[in-house]
Every structure is written in C-alpha cells, then in structure tokens.
C-alpha cells in the first residue's frame, strides 16, 4: 500500500515562504518513475492543481504561482518538495501531493481533464494571514 504524507505547513505572513515536503512510502515503491504534483483546496472552493515534476525533471505550474513556487524532488530518498514564496493570502488552502503512474504528457491530460491521480496523501494546511 502506498502512502504519501505531506508536512511543513502552518500559518505566515503574507510576503513569507513555507516548504512543504511529502514522503513516500510503500513496500518495493519508488518514485523515481512517476509523476508528482501539488494540489490545493480552499475554503469552499474545487481542488485546483498547482504544480507537477516529471521524473526527468519536466515541469508545469499553474499560472497564479508561476515565478513564486517551486517543486522539486528527491527520488533517492521519495520525497516531492514545494517550495513557496512571496506568500499571499489566497494562496491559504489545504495543499495535497500526489503522484502517478502515467508518463509527463498523459499526467497533464488528467490534470486538464480534472481526472483523478494514481495517489494522494491527506493534506497540509497553510495559512496566509497577518
């Protein structure tokens, strides 16, 4: 059974940064070949998706974080990093990992199509207020 656990949440000024890490787990599992991304649900609002790596280090960002996040990834130690800064107060939401089994270009056909990924961890709160 796979699991993805997601830290480094928690509450900042507007302006600041978080990282948050997700670590996966799972019998013989390796991330290595998989894609990885960062969703994000705010109060009363849809999952939104924010930010994807492929595993040869292709990236895509949802516009209203482009320049301000950044993910990256640990394949030897499965662990998918978002690095966030210039922090805003709507960018206050709950934020997901996730991964999948599909290949860069099928992975960005979900994330179109609003389908669901292979895997989900249960979430990280960050909090941007004064």
């Known amino acids: 059974q796979v699991q993805l656990v997601e830290s480094g949440g928690g509450l900042v000024q507007p302006g600041g940064s978080l990282r948050l890490s997700c670590v996966v787990s799972?019998?013989?599992?390796?991330?290595?070949?998989?894609?990885m991304g960062w969703y994000r649900q705010a109060p009363g609002k849809e999952r939104e998706f924010v930010a994807l790596r492929n595993s040869g280090g292709r990236t895509n960002y949802a516009d209203s974080v482009k320049g301000r996040f950044t993910i990256s990834r640990d394949n030897a130690n499965n662990t998918l990093f978002l690095q966030m800064n210039s922090l805003k107060p709507e960018d206050t939401a709950v934020y997901y990992c996730?991964?999948?089994?599909?290949?860069?270009?099928?992975?960005?056909?979900?994330?179109?199509?609003?389908?669901?990924?292979?895997?989900w961890g249960k979430g990280t709160l960050v909090t941007v207020s004064s």
């Open positions: 799972g019998s013989g599992f390796s991330i290595n070949a998989m894609g």
């Open positions: 996730a991964a999948d089994k599909g290949n860069y270009y099928s992975v960005l056909e979900k994330i179109a199509n609003h389908y669901e990924l292979d895997y």
